[in-house]
């Protein structure tokens, strides 16, 4: 089992730009794939992005990110990121990554580490 932090979360105005970052720790980090899930009050956990160990797929939710969201990791520093351009104020949410070492899989239910979350704040 990998431990998570998230970081970067903040308050930015529309079309503006933001980096989380997911710290991890242990030596086992790279055996995982990674993944970016959302929570907006009063909705469902949604998926936002997944990334496989050694970065050769990456997928996204393309109804809502897609085109805007890049998923990345450096397996050197443990960490996985997500860069967030042209925020919209549907984007507000708590993100949480996670981990899983279900390849492929964007069901919430097969990531078996989370982290705490950070709030990302999109104002008009």
């Known amino acids: 089992q990998v431990q998570l932090v998230e970081s970067g979360g903040g308050l930015v105005q529309a079309g503006g730009s933001l980096r989380l970052s997911c710290a991890a720790s242990?030596?086992?980090?790279?055996?995982?794939?990674m993944g970016w899930f959302r929570q907006a009050p009063g909705k469902e956990r949604e998926f936002v992005a997944a990334i496989t160990s050694s970065s050769t797929i990456s997928t996204y939710n393309a109804n809502s990110v897609k085109g805007r969201f890049t998923i990345s990791r450096d397996n050197a520093k443990n960490t996985m990121y997500l860069q967030m351009n042209d925020l919209k104020p549907e984007d507000t949410a708590v993100y949480y990554c996670a981990a899983t070492l279900k390849f492929g899989s964007s069901r919430s239910t097969d990531f078996g580490s989370w982290g705490q979350g950070t709030q990302v704040t999109v104002s008009s």
């Open positions: 242990g030596r086992t980090f790279n055996s995982y794939a």
